[in-house]
């Protein structure tokens, strides 16, 4: 399994940026797929997830601000943050669960100023 994120950068508080995931080995259009990310000095902690089927869960922390979407034809996950905030800074790693097991990609830096 292999899972690629990018589109992290630096951006001013209250700009929007947007992450992709590809995920390749597994097939795509059946599986969880889902975003958490680390803040410097802190524990790993979920942000969203997207069903097969498309459903949608969120951390309280994002609701309102990140939309979590895929496009299974381009076995792509995407999330759209907007509203960002200092403390959105973290990096930001693709994730996918299976029978207990936990895939993470290498993640992708997102700097939030103020």
């Known amino acids: 399994v292999q899972l690629q994120a990018s589109g992290g950068g630096l951006v001013q508080a209250g700009e929007s940026l947007s992450l992709s995931c590809v995920v390749r080995g597994i097939n795509f259009a059946i599986n969880t797929i889902g975003w958490y990310r680390q803040a410097p000095g802190g524990q790993r902690e979920f942000v969203a997830n997207?069903?097969?089927?498309?459903?949608?869960t969120y951390a309280d922390s994002v609701k309102g601000r990140f939309t979590i979407s895929r496009n299974n034809a381009r076995r792509t996950v995407y999330l759209q943050m907007s509203g960002l905030k200092p403390e959105d800074t973290a990096v930001y790693y693709c994730?996918?669960?299976?029978?207990?097991?936990?895939?993470w990609g290498k993640g992708t830096l997102v700097t939030v100023s103020s």
């Open positions: 994730h996918r669960p299976y029978y207990g097991t936990n895939y």
């Open positions: 997207i069903s097969s089927v498309g459903s949608t």
